[in-house]
Every structure is written in C-alpha cells, then in structure tokens.
C-alpha cells in the first residue's frame, strides 16, 4: 500500500478506508496507480465542486443580506471560492502529470482541503443570521444536502478525502438545525439529513470498492498485455517461429519476419495473398495433411501442429502450423490467426532414427525386423490375393577367411560394397535387407516368373564375385543363394524361411557360389544338419566345448575390468568352430539350454579364481533365456562357484524383449534381485532401444561393434555413438563399446564418455592358457600372488 506521508490520523484513516475499499492487498506499484486514478477523478470534478459552491455561496450570501452577520459570511464563502479556485488549477497540473510523476504529498494535500473546505462550510452555516428562521434553515439543510451529492460525486472514489469534507459540513448542519428547540419538525430535518449521508457515505464506499477493483484488474491487464506485447515482438522476430493471419477471405494480412525468413518471399509478396492457395504452391501434390488443413480452414476449424512438408526459397524443409478461426463479440468471423515453426531438423532426426531402426546401420539396407514385417506383407497379399512372390537367402563365401586375416574392418568395408552391387541390381520393387554378419535377404513381392528369378539369381552371383578393391588391396568373395517361391514352396513365412534356408544349403554344399530352388529331395541336407546336432549333443558329454575371454578394458587407464566368455567348440575333426556355425543349430534344439547353462557355470568356476575387481559376462542366447530357469541357473552357479553376484554379468540383446517382454522383464528382474547386473548387448542394431530402456532399468549397454568401426570415416556413426554416451550418463547406465581394432577408436572412444572398451586393439579372446599369462601383465599385484600361491602348493606337497 502507498501511504501517505506522516502518522497518526491519516495513516489510520487510510489504512481503514484501504480494509473497506479492499485496496490494501495491492502490490506497490499498482497502489500508486490507483492512487492516481482516484486523483485524477477527483479532478476531473473539480469545476463541478466549484460550480456548487458558487452556487450555494450566492443563495447563502442572498439569505445574509442586510443583517450584520454578512461580512463574515461574505468573507468565509471569499476563502471557500479561493480555495476551489486553486482547487481546479492544481487539478489541470494533475491531468498532465504520470502516474510515477505524482508526489506521494499530493493525496494528503487533497484530504486537507476537503477537510478545510467542510470546515469552512460549516462555519458558514452556523453564521447564517435568523437561525431560528425555518426559512433560512430549510435552507441551509438544503444546501448542505447538496454539498453533500455533488461531493460524493466528486470525490467517491477517494473516500478519504469525501470523509474529510462531509464530516465537518453536516455537523455544521446539524448545529444550525439543532441550535434552538423549535419543534419536531427541526429534529426530523436533522434525522433525515443523518440518514441520506448515511446512504450516501455507504453508496460512496460500495462505489469505491467497485472502482478499485475494475482500476486494479485494468492495471493488472495492462501490465500482463505489456508482457505479452514484448514476448510477441520477441516471438515475431524468432526466424524459427512465426506468426501469420488472414482476413475473413482467406487472404494473408500479417506476416511476422520468421515466415519471410523461412519462405524466401519478402513481406510485400505474401500480404494479400490466399493463404490456401501459397500453401497449395509449396506442398507435394497429393499430400494428405494439406488436405486435412485446407478442410479444417474451409470449416473454419481449429488444426493443432499440422506438419507439413514445404519447398521454401529452393530448400525442401518441415513446417508446423496452428491455426484457429478469430470471430469479433458478436460472432462474425474475422479470418484466421496461428503460428507456424521451422521443424526440419525434428523431422530429419526422426528419419535418421527411422532409418536407424527399419535399416541395417553399416549397409544401410533393411534390418532383420523390417525384412520379417515386409515378408509378412507378402503372405497376407498372398492369402488375400492370390498374388505370388520370391524369397532369396544370399550367404557370402569365404568371407569369414576375409574376416579372419583382414580383420573385422576389412570384412565391414566389404560388406558395404557388396550391399551396393545387390542395390545396384534389384529392381524398385524388390526389398534387400542384411540380416546379419554376411548372411542377406531378397524379397522379390511382384508377380514373377522362375525365369525372371534365375536370371537375377545369376547376375547376383556374377556381380558379387567380382574383384573388390579395398584399402588398396584386391578382395575376393562369391555368393550362394538359396530360392524359394510361394505359393509353390510354401504359404506361410516360417516355410518359405525354411525352404530358402534348406536351398541356401544345397548351394554350399554343392560347391558354393551358386543358386539352388528349393526341392523336396533336400530333405537330405536336413538329415545333414541332424547328423551334426547330433555330434554338438555329444559334444557337451565329451567335454569339446570351451570358453574363451575377450578382456574389457577401462576407457580411462585401459586396466582391464573384467572379461568376457565367448564359447568354441573343439571339435575332433573339424577343430575350433566359431559359435555362429553351430549356435544356430542348437538354438533349433533344446541342446541351446545345455550349453548356455554349462556357459554360465563354467564361467562363474573360472571368474572365482581372478582378481576380486574383475568380472565376467556372459551373452545369453534369446532361446536359451526362454527355455531355462535362468535366475535359477545363475543362482545355483553363484552357489556352486562361490563367486559374488556382483561379479557376474548377464548379456543379452535387444531381440529377446521382441516377444513376450512383460516376461522377460519380470525374468531379468529375478536376476536382478541377486545382485547380477544386466547388460544390453548390441546396441543400436535396429530393433527399438529406447522403448526397451524405458522397460527395464539396465546397467549397462554395450555399442554394436559396427557403429565403432564405421565411426573411422562416418560423421553420422560418431554423432550417434556421442548421442549413446550422452544418454548413457543422463541415464546413469555404463556404456561398453565392442570391436575397438584402432588408437583412434580407443581415443574417441573415451572422449565421449564411454566407460569400457573392448576389441583386437586390447587383446583376442584367450584360452586358458594364455589368459594367467594376461593377467600376470595386465593386473598389478597378480604376480606376486600367484608367486604365493604357487608357494603354498609346493609347502602342500613337501608335507
């Protein structure tokens, strides 16, 4: 509240008459305001007052004539017309003053004029002569009562300055009614007069409320309509946000800078033009959201973020745009006002995101997931219409030697290039997709013929085996490719799957770099696959499976942190076969359980011995995780090893929460509860990561090799592996990345944050003979330990 300067009487009036008026709740500012409101009104009625006075001052000096007593009376109402005099004048300098430019003195110095102008007032009633003439007192109360109108009118918004006038004015009336007992009616005229003051002072106060309220809500609007007029001038000055606005025609009639910005077109250009039309000029034909955005505008609807995909100033970019219709207080429409905003960069990353997650990252060919949902497409056209279609399984040859005596960024740079030979041959409407490592798909969902699929076949085949030059040195691998034709070969996806794997066996086992349809006397490669499921079942009873440890290094000091187990199978005859010949065999059989659990019991009896602070992983296949009691595995593993949950680290990839994640959320959280951490493997490799982060609440995630090795020349790869760290930390979760071959990787690597590294550039995965001579280099305090051990076993012995 501003309050008048000074204490005593006018700070305890003011505080009460801001209680009544309702006034004292107002911040500062929009007191002083107010108070400048309730002056200006004040002066605004200034001549009215004067107007009174002259008036009552003549009837009152008229009534006086003659007697001794009108000098005085002449000379009280002299100093009461001076005084509303000044009065007006001080009012015209109030006019032209702010409401910051107004002293604090002046709303005091108005209070005590009233007061002094109702106190000369009353000395003027109570020097009438005849005062117990009924004609000179009815006319004084008169006059009083219209004193007493014309100053509530005056000064009702100020009601401490209309207290201070009145109060004086009708004791002075009252004084010349009472002063001689001349009968009832006097006491009547003075009861009447008390009671139309009361009126009026209450009238004064309720009016004074009303005021108050309606100048501080008005100021209040004010100040927010300031807020509001800056952020829009901000707002229409952005470049990526803009404003527009039609009239009831549909023509542009306000255009911000942004928009002009964004168009290319100067402001001149776009006023008056049809807004449907210039949208129509800049949108592909056809497109259904314009459409729908032309419809709502023709139905004079409110649209809400209409994206819309523009050809702006030569540039193909994305606009969002919000519209709703404007009608004025009696409900005429007035055209159309909204924003609009630039959101091209939105759009482009959700098509990388898109592209990340329907394409195979390296190739960028169609992922596994895409491929299945396209050739579930094919069936349903199939079964629907009759339509037939072709599935062409496509395994590289020899390109795990490639892999192997090159290395893994060789055998990716490899993998590219073959990718665009099969862009480069299948037609429009054919789908290609890398289902993974060096295994591809081709959906051929057109009508076609044997013929038309055999020659694709062989000019695959002829194209592929065709010398490639990488790193300057010349490359050479084949193809082989399995065919078969639906609905020939099968109606439903998992057959054809199966039959173009059983014809992709034929191929290779036909000499490779061929193509083979599938026929039903391939039943004997089945029988081939059986025999050698057979041979992996005695595999486990004769002990020929074994693990290795591939070390995983801190990012900072490159210490090694842990390890994990990658399993071989030692075979008689064949020797060391990699776990992708024969996983997928015994992931078609229960022999997936046997051998995942032997993994994890094996590596847990091997972790036990290592350094405290080191732990191992251990991938888990999705079917093995299915099929097992795999909280019970590794808890009975933990048991019989005696190694501590907190070592053990159980991967698994983003594949096995595809089907049933409800319950392989509620499996991973059983591992959880026993102090087992949980790792998602191959990150970023097609499927939905993000939504699986949101499921289950990792602990670490570990980056797909292959974004690691195209993060060497791709811009893209290693904007997204900074984007993975970056959500990582927000995330609180570890982030490992796998196939790290280079310095340079490794430095990256750490540069962003990654917190473990592992690939060839820190060591191959180690038997269990050369993993105690790592340790004994790599862990500091390792040698003298197992000097100590040895020690005690030779003290064992001697004893």
Known sequence: MIRIPGSGLFSVVNRFVDRAIGADGLSPLVRQKLLHQQLRSVAEMTPAMLAASVAVAAVFLMLSWGSPRFIWVAVAVGVIVAMQLHSVYLAFRHAQATAHSVPNTTGRRTIIYALLLGVAWALVLNLLPSADSATIRGAAVIGAGGLACVAMMALVNYPQALAAFIIPLIDGALGL?????????????????????????????????????????????????????????????????????????????????????????????????????????????????????????????????????????????????????????????????????????????????????????????????????????????????????????????????????????????????????????????????????????????????????VALAERLIHDIKQPYVIDDEQVNVGVSIGIAMAPLNGTRPDQILRNADLALYRAKADGRSIYRLFESEMDSEARERRLLEGDLREAIGNDELVLYYQPLVSAHDEKPVGFEALIRWNHPIRGLVAPAEFIPIAEHSNLIVDIGDWTIFEACKAAVTWPEHLTVAVNLSAKHFRRSDISQVVQRALAVSGLAPERLEIEITEGLLMENPEQVVEKLAEIRALGVSIAMDDFGTGYSSLSYLQKFSFDKIKIDRSFVHASSDNEVSRDILKAIASLGKTLKLKITAEGVETREQADFLAGIACNQLQGFLFSRPLDSIDLPLYLLKNVPGRAAEVKAEAERALGRLAS
């Open 177 to 453: 009614v009472t002063a001689f007992d001349n009968g009832p009616e006097f006491w009547a005229q003075g009861a009447l007069l008390l009671i139309f003051i009361f009126i009026l002072v209450t009238i004064s106060f309720y009016h004074a409320s009303a005021f108050v309220a309606h100048r501080a809500s008005e100021t209040l609007v004010e100040e927010k309509g300031e807020i509001i007029g800056l952020l829009l001038r901000e707002f229409e000055q952005s470049i990526s946000d803009w404003i527009w606005g039609t009239d009831a025609d549909g023509a542009i009639n306000r255009v911000s800078a942004g928009l002009t910005a964004a168009t290319g077109v100067p402001e001149d250009a776009l006023m008056g033009a049809d807004f449907v039309h210039f949208l129509r000029c800049i949108t592909p034909p056809g497109d259904p959201m314009f459409a729908h955005l032309e419809a709502d505008i023709a139905n004079r609807e409110t649209f809400q973020d209409v994206n819309l995909l523009v050809v702006a100033d030569g540039t193909e970019c994305w606009w969002s745009l919000t519209g709703k219709p404007a009608f004025d207080e009696v409900g005429t429409y007035l055209g159309y006002i909204g924003t609009g905003s630039d959101i091209t960069e939105r759009k482009l990353a959700e098509r990388r995101i898109t592209m990340l997650a329907h394409h195979d990252s390296m190739t960028g060919l169609l992922n596994r997931t895409k491929f299945t949902e396209n050739l579930n497409s094919c069936v349903a056209r199939l079964e629907r219409y009759g339509t037939p279609f072709a599935l062409m399984f496509l395994d590289l040859d020899h390109f795990k030697s490639v892999n192997d005596s090159r290395g893994h960024m060789t055998g990716d740079k490899l993998l590219v290039q073959v990718s665009r030979r099969i862009a480069n041959v299948v037609r429009d409407a054919d789908m290609a997709a890398r289902l993974g490592g060096d295994e591809f798909a081709l959906l051929l969902p057109s009508e076609c013929e044997v013929a038309d699929v």
